[in-house]
Every structure is written in C-alpha cells, then in structure tokens.
Nanobody, 123 residues
Framework: QVQLVESGGGLVQAGGSLRLSCTASGLTFYNYAMGWFRQAPGKEREFVTAITWSGSNTLYADSVKGRFTISRDNAKNTVYLQMNSLKPEDTAVYYC????????????????WGQGTQVTVSS
C-alpha cells in the first residue's frame, strides 16, 4: 500500500525556519502531484502548497506565499516544505498528500495522505 511519512516538525520561535520532508513508499511519483495541507485545532484542513511531478508548476496559499517553498526529489520519492519567517498562525499539523495528475487545492481530491507532523510556532 502507499505510505507517506512526514518528518521535520517541531517547536520554533516566530521568525524561525523549519524544513518538512515527506517520503513515499509503495508508489512512484511519476506524474503524481504532491501537496501540503495543514490543520489547526478547531479549524478545517486548509491548502498550503502543491507541486507537479516535474516541479514546473507550483501553487501557494496567499497566507504562505513568499515564506514557504515546496520542492521535490523524485529520485528519493520525497517532497519538501521549506518554511521561513514562521508566524504563530502557522501552528498546525502539517500533512503531505499525493494524487495522479493535476494540482487541485481541495483535500478530498488527494487519495494518499501522510500521518501529519506537528509544527508549533511560539511568539
């Protein structure tokens, strides 16, 4: 079965940086788009960013544009989320997700999900 495993979460002060990783097993990333979503306590899961298999196209939520960067290394079946200038409102559980084809922003369009990794940003 497909497995996605996130790592790299933790506690950081506002203005700091974290780099999340998501490694896939059980599938290849060929023609698979990958995305990152996050969910804060009491809130709905929201779109953060997504990237095509080739890396030629990316999408970012307005709230993270200019601060977060998504990238991928297909040889390692891994997608990354570099998070800079972190804010307390970035605190959430971050999930990676995968799907074949295009880059929807709807969580339900992604059939493959990781277990999530906690990111906490203190003020």
């Amino acid at each position: 079965q497909v497995q996605l495993v996130e790592s790299g979460g933790g506690l950081v002060q506002a203005g700091g940086s974290l780099r999340l990783s998501c490694t896939a097993s059980g599938l290849t990333f060929y023609n698979y788009a990958m995305g990152w979503f996050r969910q804060a306590p009491g809130k709905e899961r929201e779109f953060v960013t997504a990237i095509t298999w080739s890396g030629s196209n990316t999408l970012y939520a307005d709230s993270v544009k200019g601060r977060f960067t998504i990238s991928r290394d297909n040889a390692k079946n891994t997608v990354y989320l570099q998070m800079n200038s972190l804010k307390p409102e970035d605190t959430a559980v971050y999930y990676c997700a995968g799907r074949y084809g295009s880059l929807p922003v709807d969580a339900y369009a992604y059939p493959h999900w990781g277990q999530g990794t906690q990111v906490t940003v203190s003020s």
